[in-house]
């Protein structure tokens, strides 16, 4: 008689592998399909609390100093260099400004290459961390002005990943955001109410998790 | 000894059973299983994630009619559900408002339903007239309520998806000029582009 291996227990371990394998398949297709998320219902408010501005492009984050950005701006108009819409720098972290009548001061983010990346908000002592920890929720909330352009095919606005982040940690530590979208077409811009309605920033999402 | 004829034949066929090769058997079942696995990996690690945003919104009393900007304008998703529990709450003269406003809310839906291909195809660039419409509507829709002491509001919610911020500003610098839009509560949510929107989510609820 022929001394064969018996391979029924290898064929069985292996069939039973495969059908565990579709089972787990089929379950994580059902499961990912009938996956709920509820979502934050944002509703923009009126509120007391000033506004702290950050800009987002590129997967970074860049808090915006008003006072120096528009001390740069008035020394710019003052010598000339502003008149007739014309874009300016800011020399404030590759920061553009062009002055208008009606939208205020708009800022051009052209180079963002030396602002912080949004994943420094998991290091404790990253700036990023302590700008966004710098924000009094008594007094402050945080408004940001979110690229939404994808140029390069990405899913997501080049600013969004950034600000779902940030909020997510502005969240944890009660203070409230708000936001709007911002290209180059249509760039961030910051004015009274006075030169126009819609130089308003309001907050969207409430801090610390009371509408869930 | 001389074997008998029956403990041949069933030697024979046990011989014969133990020539039986499993090799092409598991050759086969061990390439479906590697398949299987760099699907279920791929799946888990490099495809993004597939989201289906609903048709209603609600929180609370306050119900969401939804707009969602794309890069080729917009896709307006009025809410439908309430306004018939609304409109028995309210008095005749309303009641036929509501009943306007919702002929032509179901007809925008239908509109949107018949569209063939990808729903987020269907995005038009955002008409003034049309816009200040929809604001109308809503105002209306909320001072009757109001009135008629019946706990419903609507807001404008909009959905910002990948380059969808020029139709979105378009739409504010309307809302700015409009006094219908002084009183309308206003939300915004970035979108990527792999969430999509499904007309049939959230219907039956």
């Known amino acids: ?212 | 000894m001389a074997m008998s004829r029956a403990t041949k034949a069933k030697r024979y066929a046990l011989d014969q059973k133990l020539e039986v090769s499993l090799f092409p058997f598991l050759s086969i079942f061990l390439c479906v299983m590697g398949v299987l696995s760099f699907i279920n990996v791929l799946s888990s690690f490099s495809a993004p994630q597939k989201i289906e945003l609903t048709a209603q919104l609600e929180q609370g009393y306050k119900v969401a009619y939804q707009i969602f900007n794309l890069p080729d304008g917009i896709i307006s998703l009025p809410p439908v559900k309430h306004l018939d529990q609304l409109k028995a709450a309210v008095d005749d003269a309303d009641k036929e408002t509501i009943a306007d406003i919702k002929r032509r809310r179901e007809w925008a839906i239908n509109k949107l339903k018949r569209h063939s291909g990808s729903i987020m195809n269907a995005a038009t660039e955002p008409d003034v007239d049309d816009i200040v419409e929809v604001l109308h509507d809503i105002r209306v829709i909320n001072e009757i309520a109001l009135k008629s002491n019946y706990l419903y509001e609507e807001f404008l919610l909009f959905g910002i998806y990948p380059n969808g911020g020029q139709a979105y500003q378009k739409i504010r610098d309307i809302m700015s000029f409009t006094q219908d839009a002084r009183t309308i509560s206003v939300g915004l949510e970035p979108l990527d582009s792999n969430w999509t929107l499904n007309l049939k989510k959230g219907e039956s609820k």
Request: aromatic share 12%; proline share 4%.
């Open chain 1, 1 to 212: 008689m022929k001394d064969l291996i018996s391979l029924d227990s290898l064929t069985d371990i292996v069939s039973n592998s495969v059908g565990i394998l579709i089972i787990f398949a089929v379950i994580n297709l059902i499961h990912d399909n009938n996956k709920t998320y509820q979502l934050e219902i944002p509703l923009e408010h009126a509120t007391d609390l000033r506004p702290v501005f950050f800009i987002a492009k590129n997967d970074r984050i860049l808090l915006m100093d008003t006072d120096k950005l528009f001390r740069n701006a008035a020394l710019q108009a003052t010598s000339g260099a502003a008149g007739g819409k014309r874009i300016f720098a800011l020399d404030y972290f590759g920061l553009f400004g062009q002055i208008d009548k009606e939208k205020g001061v708009s800022f051009f983010a052209k180079d963002t290459s030396e602002w912080p990346e949004f994943h420094e908000l998991d290091k404790r002592q990253s700036n990023l961390r302590k700008a966004l920890n710098g924000i009094d929720p008594k007094k402050q909330f945080a408004y940001f002005f979110v690229y939404d352009n994808s140029d390069d095919g990405a899913t997501a606005g080049s600013g969004f990943e950034a600000f779902r982040k940030a909020r997510e940690y502005l969240k944890g530590h009660l203070v409230k955001t708000g936001w709007q979208p911002v290209n180059s077409d249509a760039p961030a811009n910051i004015c009274d109410e006075s030169f126009s309605p819609r130089c308003v920033y309001l907050p969207s999402y409430l801090g610390g998790g009371v509408n869930k």
